[in-house]
């Protein structure tokens, strides 16, 4: 188990749809293991195998008193409600904008052991959970501010000295 390095904001692992986890063993559980462990650190929210270089659809979350991982997620249901959330990410550190998101969502997919598992949530975790299965298809949060938006955030990216650097 290990804390990770990250991968920012220029890296085309990013932007690759992930491929669903086909096999559990030993690989798998060292994978979550180290995104739980990575998650952990102070500031952070949720954690997607692309953001430590790993293409595979698995994410961690660690919002409030919720902890846990997600195997192969599929986003099943977002509420109609949407409100605009300041989000960040840890790919484009730094980097604070209001993006429109659902207030409630419910995510399916495994746990270690190939067993459903369904997690749901509101407001932060809602937007977590949504921001993290956006990272398995290739999707940043930038990719969903308003066009004025996101202008102004590739332009502050570009300042940035971890901008294109891995």
Same mark, same amino acid.
């Given at each position: 188990?290990?804390?990770?390095?990250?991968?920012?904001?220029?890296?085309?692992? =990013?932007?690759?749809?992930?491929?669903?986890?086909?096999?559990?063993?030993?690989?798998?559980?060292?994978?979550?293991?180290?995104?739980?462990? %990575?998650?952990?650190?102070?500031?952070?929210?949720?954690?997607?195998?692309?953001?430590?270089? /790993?293409?595979?659809?698995?994410?961690?979350?660690? /919002?409030? &008193?919720?902890?846990?991982? /997600?195997?192969?997620?599929?986003?099943?249901? =977002?509420?109609?409600? %949407? #409100?605009? +959330?300041?989000?960040?990410? *840890?790919?484009?550190?730094? =980097? @604070?904008?209001? &993006?429109?998101?659902?207030? #409630?969502?419910?995510?399916?997919?495994?746990?270690?052991?190939?067993?459903? +598992?369904?997690?749901?949530?509101?407001?932060? *975790?809602? !937007?977590?959970?949504?921001?993290? %299965?956006? #990272?398995?298809?290739?999707?940043?949060?930038?990719?969903? *501010?308003? !066009?004025?938006?996101?202008?102004?955030? =590739?332009?502050?990216?570009?300042?940035?000295? @971890?901008? @294109?650097?891995?």
């Amino acid at each position: 188990m290990a804390l990770r390095e990250l991968r920012y904001f220029g890296d085309p692992v =990013l932007k690759t749809v992930s491929d669903p986890v086909t096999r559990f063993g030993k690989s798998t559980e060292s994978l979550v293991a180290d995104l739980m462990d %990575t998650v952990a650190a102070p500031g952070r929210a949720g954690l997607a195998a692309p953001q430590i270089g /790993v293409n595979l659809r698995v994410f961690s979350y660690d /919002v409030e &008193t919720l902890k846990g991982y /997600v195997i192969n997620p599929e986003i099943v249901e =977002l509420s109609e409600e %949407t #409100h605009e +959330i300041n989000e960040g990410c *840890l790919s484009v550190p730094e =980097l @604070w904008f209001p &993006t429109v998101r659902a207030k #409630h969502a419910v995510v399916k997919g495994v746990d270690l052991r190939n067993e459903p +598992i369904v997690v749901e949530g509101d407001d932060v *975790l809602a !937007q977590c959970l949504q921001h993290e %299965t956006d #990272h398995l298809d290739g999707v940043l949060y930038l990719d969903r *501010l308003t !066009q004025e938006r996101k202008k102004k955030a =590739l332009r502050e990216a570009r300042g940035k000295d @971890w901008f @294109w650097s891995r």
